[in-house]
Every structure is written in structure tokens, then in C-alpha cells.
């Protein structure tokens, strides 16, 4: 972990996760159970007034999304509940409208859609219920997770993802890990001052 700052940078991965200037960062693990433990002790040990998520994902290959392509979650989707009733758990996540609008205008070539979280590798693609009715084309572990925990906290947060790999891929010889590590480590700084920014606007309108 670096030094506490307003701006908490979670990342599944060390390799997904940019050297920290002037915001913590951290390492949640893999999967949902682990990126909502690690998430929630982060919140509680450095009390951020934000939190960006970034990782990389995979795409349906009919979505055709060349490797490094930058995706923004307009909601985050826990694909894994199915039709378990969203008054027991919730199933999805949506970032605050103004959080969205200033990171569309930080990344306008970056691609706006939900993410499903799920907590197998390719679970997306035989999820069933609201995620799969929802047509989430995106696939990552930890988002939905992560957005949870700042939601509970009351924080605003969100999820940015590079593409690696087409879900339907099962050889990982085939999947472009070094281009997506290396564009979302590259935005993560523009990425946490966008949300400085942001923040400082919308305290600005309070």
C-alpha cells in the first residue's frame, strides 16, 4: 500500500496496478469474495473520499474490441445471483451521473457498458437472470465487489477496465495481457485526477 491520500485505486493485480504518486493504492485479490473483504478494510483504514477501480477484462467476440481498448462500467453487474431477488442482494451498481460524464470527458474514445462480475472465468457468457437479460458483452471478477463496499461506505466510485481477451478465448496463449496492463496502468493517473476534479465540482454544487 502507498501512503493515504482522497483517492483509493483498487486493482485485482499488482501488474494492473499503477505505481501510486499521490493516492493509495491497493491489491484485492481476484474474485468478488476477495475484492469486497479487501476493499471494505482499505475504506476503513484510509477513508478515501473516492474509489477507482481499473483491471482488465474480457469481451464477447462479437463486441469485436481490439486488446487495450479502454471500458468504462455504466454499471457494474453481479452476474453470479441469477434471479435471486434484488431486495435479498443487489445485482447491479450504477457510478454517480457525474462521475460518468467527467471520466466521458476524460476518455472519449474509451467504450461506456455494463460489467458483469463474475467469480468464474467466463461466467458471463452461460450467466443467467437480469445479468445475462441485461446482455453485458464485458467480463471481469472483482467490479461489482468493489463498487459494493464504496457504496456501503458512501463513497462515489467507479470501474475502468482494459481489454485482454475475447470471453470465448480459452487459450490464454491468445490473450493480450501486456497491451491491457499497459493501458490501464497508463490512464490511472489522468483517471484519478478526473476524479479530483470531479469531486471538487460537485462539492462546488452542493
Known amino acids: 500500500m502507498s501512503s493515504s491520500s482522497d483517492i483509493l485505486v483498487v486493482a485485482a493485480t499488482a501488474r494492473e496496478l499503477a505505481s501510486a504518486d499521490d493516492w493509495t493504492g491497493i491489491t484485492c485479490g481476484v474474485g468478488p469474495v476477495e475484492a469486497a ?3 471494505a478494510r482499505a475504506i476503513g483504514e484510509y477513508r478515501p473520499a473516492a474509489v477507482l477501480h481499473v483491471g ?4 464477447r467476440r462479437a463486441r469485436a474490441l481490439p486488446a487495450g481498448t479502454l471500458v468504462v462500467g455504466t454499471h457494474a453487474c453481479y452476474a453470479d445471483l441469477g434471479d435471486v431477488p434484488p431486495e435479498w442482494a443487489p445485482h447491479e451498481i450504477t457510478p454517480p451521473a457525474w462521475l460518468l460524464e467527467a471520466v466521458r470527458a476524460q476518455l ?4 461506456f457498458a455494463p460489467i458483469g462480475t463474475t467469480a468464474r472465468v467466463g461466467g458471463i457468457s452461460d450467466a443467467s437472470g437480469r445479468a445475462a437479460r441485461r446482455a453485458v ?3 471481469a471478477m472483482e467490479g461489482f465487489a468493489v463498487l459494493r463496499a464504496a457504496q456501503r461506505a458512501g463513497l462515489p466510485a467507479i470501474e475502468v477496465r482494459a481489454i485482454s481477451n475475447d470471453i470465448e478465448e480459452t487459450d490464454r496463449a491468445r490473450w493480450h495481457f501486456g497491451r ?3 493501458a490501464i496502468t497508463d490512464v490511472t493517473p489522468r483517471l484519478v485526477q478526473t476524479l479530483r476534479d470531479a469531486l471538487a465540482g460537485a462539492a462546488s454544487r452542493a
Open 180 to 182: 491491457a496492463f499497459a
Open 37 to 39: 473483504v479487501a476493499t
Open 108 to 111: 472519449p474514445h474509451a467504450v
Open 56 to 59: 482488465i477484462a474480457g469481451a
Open 137 to 139: 458483452e464485458v467480463e
